[in-house]
């Protein structure tokens, strides 16, 4: 009689292995949540870790969620998802915590940026409306 825990190649897994397993996919997906959930990402996926799936590619892992709101009375769920690099998950808390130091740190630098030629932007606009302005209503 066979196992029913045992795989198609013959090896046989007990429910210990099996929880073992299913404990550290758990801990990659919390893992995956943590990276997404910060800068460059900014998905905001608080509440999918019991939805969450997660798959590895090389170094790209991907992480999918159902988003799930009403809309006219009729529920709408869609999928959400995420890519990073897979060896993201790999390194330690401490590690982590600096790579996220230095994705906000850029993210805020490139925001700055962004602000800033915004306002350049906005003050020339202003330039060019009074010089119309002016033009248009001063006296001959």
């Known amino acids: 009689m066979t196992d029913p825990a045992e795989t198609q190649e013959g090896v046989s897994m ?9 404990e550290r996919y758990q801990a990659l997906v919390s893992r995956a949540l943590e ?3 910060k800068a460059p990402y900014w998905k905001f996926a608080y509440e999918a870790e019991e939805w969450a799936h997660l798959t590895i ?6 992480i999918a969620w159902p988003e799930a709101y009403i809309d006219y009375d009729s529920p709408i769920i869609e999928r959400e ?3 990073f690099k897979a060896s993201l998950l790999l390194i330690t808390d401490k590690e982590l915590a600096i790579w996220k130091k230095e994705q906000f740190e850029i993210y805020e630098k ?5 602000d800033a030629e915004v306002k350049v932007d906005k003050e ?6 009074y010089a119309r302005l002016k033009e ?3 006296s001959p």
Do not use: F, H, P, W
Request: charged fraction near 25%; hydrophobic fraction near 30%; charge should be negative.
């Open 110 to 114: 490139a925001q700055k940026e962004r």
């Open 81 to 83: 998802s995420c890519s």
């Open 14 to 22: 007990t429910i210990s292995d099996t929880q073992l397993m299913c």
């Open 57 to 62: 590619e090389g170094d790209v892992a991907t």
């Open 124 to 129: 020339t606009a202003e330039r060019a409306l």
């Open 35 to 37: 990276i997404i959930n």
């Open 136 to 138: 248009r209503y001063s």
